[in-house]
């Protein structure tokens, strides 16, 4: 399944799995490829941007976001933390995700981390979130997470989060562009205890 994973840079995940094709955050797409779904955490500039969903957007394409979003693009379906949306080959949960102390994503936005879950494996996408308690109930065999600081968790933030879901395999993102470098991924992997740590290289 790891494989499967690409990092597009910044917040940006494509996930392929059998013929459907997943974007999260889609922003400053060098390719475009018809999306089955789309996932959008937020609605800061780099993580929706209209122009790249505009896109990947197919007739049949799902997007589901939060309610500012769908607001804004016209359509798609409003996800809430704790909410779960179902379709006939993944399922969707709203996982919260919001800063402790820091004022850019408060808990009252709604913003999204997503659980993704196939029949046989499970990818966890914080967004722009901090290390916060409702991860300590999470289960994922991967987890995908924010490691730049300031405006999300830090690589530490991020490790801990990992070393408390335990996962099979954990990626670094959100780093190299707004915020952050690779230094934050190598340190992040360097206090990673039993998960194995996998840095993608942009695509």
């Known amino acids: 399944m790891i494989e499967n994973i690409k990092w597009l840079g910044h917040a940006s995940v494509l996930i392929e799995r059998e013929g459907k ?11 475009a490829k018809k999306a089955d779904l789309i996932l959008v955490t937020h609605s800061h500039y780099d993580h929706f941007s209209i122009e ?12 589901i976001s939060t309610e500012d979003v769908v607001s804004k693009m016209g359509k798609g379906v409003v996800l809430l933390p704790g909410e779960k949306k ?3 080959w993944v399922e969707i949960e709203g996982v919260p ?17 997503f659980l993704i879950k196939f029949p046989d494996s499970s990818i966890y996408i914080g967004g722009d979130t901090d290390l916060i308690p409702e991860m300590e ?16 968790m830090d690589a530490e933030e991020a490790a801990k989060a990992v070393n408390i879901i335990k996962p099979k395999y954990a990626i670094p993102i959100h780093y190299g562009d707004i915020i952050g470098s690779e230094s934050d991924a190598l340190k992040f992997k360097s206090l990673v205890k039993e998960s194995e740590v996998v840095i993608l290289k942009p695509e």
């Open 52 to 63: 790249d969903i505009n896109k990947i957007m197919g007739k049949d394409t799902v997007l």
């Open 97 to 113: 995700a919001y800063n402790i102390g820091k004022s850019f994503h408060p808990k009252e936005s709604k913003n999204l981390g």
């Open 86 to 88: 179902q379709l006939d």
């Open 137 to 152: 109930n999470l289960k994922a065999d991967i987890v995908i997470l924010p490691v730049g600081g300031t405006y999300t």
């Open 21 to 31: 094709v997943i974007y999260v955050d889609p922003w400053k797409l060098k390719t």
